[in-house]
């Protein structure tokens, strides 16, 4: 593989103009445009566009075509770069895909075994390194190990981390969120639930308590110096 296609798989390409009005039908065109560096221009397509011939005349072609192999409306879709020999036999060549309007480069299998491999020996010799930052060695004890407790974070290191500032969204996502939003509405319109009907409230009834006053008439005592006066004595009468 050589240097440009090596380079290819870590370079992007997208056309604001065109982002908001992408669809299954001109898609193809989308990725035609000059300024794609995906995009080679001596393949069919190009003659075809050149000579205003219907896109069914490239199955009589031998040659370099693009083609729509996959197609998500509106988020994903997957063009095939793929050298054709006759109308029932291509090679495939490469895959792009297009993200929200940015085209990738999909990585071959090599690719991707070397980024994978290179990723593990580099864990591995990360924790090689690590671990022989524990080892310790004393002439009568020989080799052991000291780990230490992590030192605490100072937290003003926190403030020293620089904040990505937030991007505004673009005119495409806001549009396509929206249509997205409201087309699970229409599958799933959304229930309301209604609310509890609570039972009057009972007024606690008030009986009327009835009260009786007695009045008990006692005989009427007299007291002197808080002692009872005795009764009257009786005196006989001289005849």
């Known amino acids: 593989m050589d240097h440009k296609a090596e380079n290819a798989l870590g370079i992007s390409w997208h056309d604001t103009a065109w982002v908001p009005h992408l669809n299954q039908s001109n898609i193809l065109d989308y990725f035609s445009e000059r300024s794609n560096p995906f995009y080679d221009r001596t393949c069919n397509n190009e003659t075809i566009k050149m000579q205003r011939l219907s896109p069914d005349q490239m199955l009589n072609m031998t040659g370099l075509e693009y083609s729509l192999l ?24 490469a895959d792009y895909y297009i993200i ?18 290179l990723n593990t ?10 671990a022989l930052g524990y080892a310790r060695f004393h002439p009568s004890r020989g080799y052991s190990w000291e780990f230490k407790e992590k030192e605490e974070k ?16 673009s005119a495409f996502q806001r549009k396509r969120v929206d249509l ?3 087309e699970l509405a229409k599958k799933h319109p959304p229930l309301f639930m209604p609310p509890p009907s609570q039972p009057p409230a009972k007024v606690p009834h008030v009986e009327d308590v009835k009260t009786e006053v007695k009045v008990e008439k006692g005989e009427d005592k007299v007291t002197v110096n808080g002692s009872m006066r005795p ?5 006989q009468k001289l005849r």
């Open 70 to 93: 996959h197609a998500q409306e509106p988020i994903l879709y997957v063009i095939r770069k793929q050298h054709r020999h006759s109308p029932t036999q291509v090679t495939p060549l």
């Open 100 to 117: 929200a309007g940015t085209v990738y480069q999909g990585p071959d299998l090599c690719s991707v075994v070397n980024s994978r491999l």
């Open 121 to 130: 020996l580099h864990n591995l010799q990360s924790a090689f390194d690590e």
């Open 154 to 169: 100072e937290p003003a290191a926190k403030d020293k981390k620089i904040k990505k500032k937030e991007e505004a969204s």
């Open 180 to 182: 997205l939003l409201g």
């Open 231 to 235: 009764p009257p004595e009786k005196r």
